[in-house]
């Protein structure tokens, strides 16, 4: 019984080293393209080709949607053009929009983020810019305005056009900009709107659903922290998702592209994109590098007097990041640039240089500032000196006097005699 307890007990921790090092590290993705991205620092905290150019689908509707928030009015009409219900190629999403159909820009907004419906897109395309290549060159100088650096878009929907791409990193600077938006928001997050009725089509039957399992409560993908944001699919990008989550304040962004189905039947654009979360929240955190008023450096200032000479340079801000919890700080030494000529006398808070701190690729920085104010030394030979110089004056000026005064006296005696 002992030798069976004792191979259980060694068999025991084989699994937990075995678990220990198969969880350890980045997440295994299987999408071709994918980054994950801490919002409030920018901080890339995973990526996988996220440079390399993509077909983004209806993940384009992301730059359609921002584009209309800040051109248009919500409770602006617009009328549903011949092209925007019959030039769309056959299986594409659709919103069931009638030709001559006056609809609001929400509406058609609703149609487009939580249904994908690529006939919305041209409405609202062809409402702000007049056609969808007008529209196509507005969505491109969008782009470039936010940093893209790898994106060109043809159309305002994702339908496929070999020359419609992005990657994953331009994607983010996208969702990342449009997520500041709080009415993209409320509409990237949406799980179920109905269509109301208009003047071509009385029922109340168009009912969008969210094509994003991920915020469908009911999905065996849901995760209660993810606000959306966009899906996309088409059989050359095949399965794409752009994601937003929050949890205990800390906000990420991830982007997966180009996904299919693993061995289990499973989607991997969610499976990956739970993987990038849990990443993004179980191994990072917020770390101070360096708070506030906090003691970088102490220096000697060589013209200073003996009380004020010793001086504790200070960090004026904090510098945070959203780090590894791996990675350990106990050791982190910044490089100090100080100014030139640095003398007495200083005033407290004078900015005396900067301190720069290193960690991987990223660097993080903060002046440097005088903890209290310096005086400067007294000069022993120049107070030696200009007592000389004074002594010096005050003989010649009493030599002066002695001559006036004897010169005088002569004078009196002459006049006597």
Do not use: W
């Not at 801490?38 to 730059?63: D, V």
């Not at 928001?185 to 003047?199: D, E, F, H, Q």
């Not at 000697?300 to 590894?324: F, G, Q, R, V, W």
């Amino acid at each position: 019984m002992k030798l069976k307890k004792k191979i259980f007990i060694i068999f025991l921790i084989f699994l937990m080293t075995l678990a220990h090092f198969s969880f350890a590290g980045e997440p295994q993705i299987a999408s071709t393209a994918a980054i994950l991205v801490e919002e409030s620092t920018g901080k890339i905290l995973y990526q996988k080709n996220a440079y390399e150019k993509m077909y983004p689908a209806s993940t384009t509707k992301i730059m359609t949607a921002i584009l209309t928030l800040e051109n248009c009015k919500l409770d602006e009409m617009a009328t549903v053009s011949y092209n925007a219900v019959y030039s769309l190629p056959s299986g594409y999403v659709n919103a069931n929009l009638q030709e001559g159909e006056e609809i609001s820009i929400n509406d058609l907004l609703y149609a487009l983020m939580v249904k994908s419906a690529n006939d919305a897109a041209i409405v609202l395309a062809e409402h702000i810019s007049g056609s969808v290549q007008n529209f196509a060159k507005m969505m491109n100088e969008k782009a470039i305005s936010l940093g893209c650096q790898n994106t060109r878009f043809v159309n305002p929907n994702g339908v496929h056009n070999d020359n419609h791409y992005t990657t994953a990193h331009d994607l983010y600077l996208i969702a990342s900009y449009c997520m500041k938006n709080e009415n993209f928001r409320k509409y990237a997050s949406t799980v179920s709107y109905t269509l109301p009725a208009t003047n071509k089509y009385l029922a109340k039957d168009r009912v969008c659903t969210t094509t994003n399992e991920m915020i469908r409560p009911k999905s065996k993908y849901y995760n209660q922290n993810i606000i959306g944001i966009k899906t996309g699919h088409t059989t050359e990008a095949k399965d794409c998702l752009v994601s937003c989550a929050i949890q205990n304040d800390v906000e990420l962004i991830s982007v997966v592209l180009h996904a299919g189905t693993n061995r289990e039947g499973l989607s991997e654009r969610y499976v990956d994109t739970q993987a990038l979360f849990d990443y993004g929240f179980k191994d990072f955190s917020f770390t101070d590098i360096v708070k506030e008023n906090d003691i970088v450096k102490n220096i000697e200032i060589e013209n200073a007097n003996k009380d004020t000479k010793s001086l504790d340079l200070i960090a004026k801000n904090t510098l945070s990041t959203y780090l590894n919890t791996q990675i350990d700080l106990t050791n982190l030494k910044p490089e100090i640039i100080l100014n030139e000529n640095l003398e007495a006398p200083i005033a407290i808070n004078s900015s005396l240089g900067k301190a720069v701190y290193t960690i991987g690729e990223t660097q993080f920085t903060t002046e440097l500032l005088a903890s209290h104010a310096v005086e400067k030394k007294l000069n022993i030979q120049l107070i030696f000196l200009m007592a000389g110089i004074l002594l010096l004056i005050f003989g010649v000026f009493i030599l002066i006097l002695q001559y006036q005064y004897k010169k005088k006296k002569l004078k009196k005696k002459k006049i006597r005699k």
